[in-house]
């Protein structure tokens, strides 16, 4: 087990969602010489087994690295969620509501229990709105009075994804949301017309 000493300083409470985004700023914080504690927290991913899956890699990742990760008490409310949308179910629009419904009570939580900073596992994932997130982040750093700490994982994308198969975590087709299935499904499906229309053209071309 790596030992490290723990200061006031350098706690930070980490947000995460699943085991493979939270791999590589884990191992960053940590270089930096940050005693990292994760915090599983997403109301909004669907469906229930798809939550478990991500809630078990998340404790698969927390075991491997050997990091602490708390839960939350209560997690899946996407039904609620997509109400109080109001019909902003536009991706990206949708998103900033999204991550304020994490990183409000990540804060808190991160408050509760005494650290002086908190930062998240959105930050490396290259298919988020990282400028929205910062947003978001800041402004609830702002109300709650937890700092913030930003830092851009996003160049450790494939070093995380080649990790993540390495220790074999369970890795998610969808971003969480119902919305964010539909449109996985709807991409997938298009990928595999397009498939098929290159094989018959190229199948045409010899013929
Ligand atoms: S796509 Fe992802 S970030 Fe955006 S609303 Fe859905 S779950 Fe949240």
Same mark, same amino acid.
């Not at 191992?27 to 599983?40: D, I, P, S, Y």
């Not at 698969?60 to 050997?66: P, S, W």
């Not at 999204?98 to 808190?108: G, I, T």
């Not at 994804?161 to 991409?187: D, P, T, V």
């Given at each position: 087990?790596?030992?490290?000493?723990?200061?006031?300083?350098?706690?930070?409470?980490?947000? *995460? +969602? +699943?085991?493979?985004?939270?791999?590589?700023?884990?191992?960053?914080?940590?270089?930096?010489?940050?005693?990292?504690?994760?915090?599983?927290?997403?109301?909004?991913?669907h469906?229930?087994?798809?939550?478990?899956?991500?809630?078990? !890699?998340?404790?698969?990742?927390?075991?491997?690295?050997?990091?602490?990760?708390?839960?939350?008490?209560d997690?899946?409310?996407?039904?609620?969620? *997509?109400?109080?949308?109001?019909?902003?179910?536009?991706?990206?629009?949708? +998103?900033? !509501?999204?991550?304020?419904?994490?990183?409000?009570?990540?804060?808190?939580?991160?408050?509760?229990?005494?650290?002086?900073?908190?930062?998240?596992?959105?930050?490396y994932?290259?298919?988020?709105?990282?400028?929205? *997130? +910062?947003?978001?982040?800041?402004?609830?750093?702002r109300?709650?009075?937890?700092?913030?700490?930003?830092?851009?994982?996003?160049?450790?994308?494939?070093?995380? *994804?080649?990790?993540?198969?390495?220790?074999?975590?369970?890795?998610?087709?969808?971003?969480?949301?119902?919305?964010?299935?539909?449109?996985?499904?709807?991409?997938?499906?298009?990928?595999?017309?397009?498939?098929?229309?290159?094989a018959?053209?190229?199948?045409a071309?010899?013929?």
């Open positions: 087990m790596t030992e490290y000493m723990e200061t006031k300083e350098n706690r930070v409470f980490l947000h *995460i +969602c +699943c085991g493979p985004c939270s791999l590589m700023p884990v191992v960053h914080l940590r270089k930096e010489g940050f005693n990292v504690t994760a915090f599983f927290f997403n109301p909004n991913i469906p229930e087994e798809e939550y478990g899956l991500r809630r078990d !890699s998340a404790q698969l990742a927390a075991e491997k690295l050997d990091y602490p990760l708390v839960f939350a008490g997690a899946l409310k996407p039904a609620q969620w *997509i109400r109080e949308l109001n019909g902003v179910t536009q991706e990206g629009e949708r +998103c900033v !509501s999204c991550y304020r419904q994490r990183l409000l009570p990540v804060a808190l939580e991160a408050k509760r229990r005494g650290f002086d900073f908190f930062t998240t596992s959105l930050l994932s290259r298919y988020q709105h990282h400028e929205a *997130i +910062c947003q978001v982040a800041e402004q609830v750093a109300e709650t009075g937890v700092s913030f700490l930003y830092r851009d994982f996003r160049p450790y994308w494939y070093e995380g *994804i080649n990790l993540s198969k390495e220790l074999g975590l369970y890795r998610q087709k969808w971003c969480g949301c119902l919305l964010s299935r539909k449109e996985a499904e709807i991409q997938r499906a298009e990928r595999a017309e397009l498939k098929r229309r290159k018959l053209a190229r199948m071309s010899v013929a």
